[in-house]
Structure formats: C-alpha cells, structure tokens
C-alpha cells in the first residue's frame, strides 16, 4: 500500500500524454535556444553583419536558411 500511495502522490507529467490527446489547433509554443561553443564562434563566418532582418545569412548560419524566419540572433 505505501508504494501505491507514492504513485498517487506524483503529479501528471505533461510528457506522458499522448499526442494524440493535443488539438490539431494547438499553437506550436515559442521556444528559445542558447548556443555556445566552447572556443567560441569565427566572427566573419558566423555573426551578421547588418543588423535587421536576416535576408542574408552568413557561412556559419547557412544551414538555418529554411528557419531564417523563425529566429533572431542577438
């Protein structure tokens, strides 16, 4: 009975639920991704040079193309 009462005690993990119990209308939620590299990033291949939109992305940030939409480098 003890072992029974700790599971009863756990709260719902929002990873057990199955995919198909989220609606097809859910807004995909926003996330945010720190990057770090321990040496650090080459700054003509990886930082933009203009700040604003990412019309054109550099060497580094090329094989983001197809996301270039979806993030912000700061």
Do not use: Q
């Not at 756990?10 to 609606?23: D, I, Q, R």
């Not at 930082?47 to 940030?61: C, F, K, R, V």
């Amino acid at each position: 009975m003890a072992s029974g009462s700790a599971l009863l005690a756990l709260p719902w993990l929002e990873s057990m639920n199955p995919l198909s119990a989220t609606p097809a209308s859910a807004k995909p939620p926003t996330r945010l991704i720190f990057c770090g590299v321990g040496y650090g990033f080459t700054e003509k291949t990886f930082y933009p040079t203009e700040s604003g939109p990412l019309d054109h992305l550099t060497e580094g940030l090329s094989p983001l193309e197809r996301h270039k939409k979806d993030f912000s480098i700061i």
